[in-house]
């Protein structure tokens, strides 16, 4: 492992910490109290705000703003300027600017979030979630569930290697490598094997 790498154009405000093996590329801009993990990759003009917890092998492509709030688990996937949000209704002559009017949203570990999609804070985003690109996403996503569309509502279910999944008669779906899925019921999928 060796040290973080950030790009001399990136500004990495002094308290964060990054973890090794991270890459921070041209014009980002790191608050001095987030927390980003190893083996992470933030793209060309990513913000991370005060506070926010990124997990380890995060990706985040270019033009993304993970703003205070918002916690990335590991291995969470940010499609190019995907969008975060942390205020439900805000108003500019009444600012809504601390912790406390922050509505949280969690993407748990190997969640996905498409490119231009919008996330509207105060939801979470179950393991390997996916949410397709351009979608707004409103409501709770359950792990393995993708989502589409505006609402974002749910088109299928993918496992955690990226395959769309269509399961049996007995409610089980293999993916390509092999790992077995099981249809709970309508809202609940898990991997058994
Ligand atoms: C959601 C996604 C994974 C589905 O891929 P897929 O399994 O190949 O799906 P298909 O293209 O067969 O489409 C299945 C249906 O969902 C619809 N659909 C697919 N993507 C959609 C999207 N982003 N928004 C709305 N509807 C979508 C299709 O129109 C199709 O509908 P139909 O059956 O009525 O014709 C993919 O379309 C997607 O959005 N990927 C994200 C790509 C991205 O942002 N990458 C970022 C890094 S470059």
Known sequence: MSEAFVHPTAVVDDGASIGDDTRIWHFSHVMAGAVIGERCSLGQNVFVGDSVRIGNGVKIQNNVSV???????DHVFCGPSMVFTNVLTPR??????TSADYAATLVKRGASIGANATIVCGVTLGENAFVAAGAVVTRDVAPYAVVAGVPAR????????????????????????GHVYERIDDDTVRRIQ
């Open 92 to 97: 500019s002559a009444f600012p809504r600017n």
């Open 67 to 73: 703003y205070e709030g918002v916690i990335l688990e």
């Open 154 to 177: 749910r088109i299928g279910w993918m496992s955690a290697y990226g395959d769309m999944l269509t399961f049996d008669e007995q409610g089980r779906a293999v993916d390509s490598q």
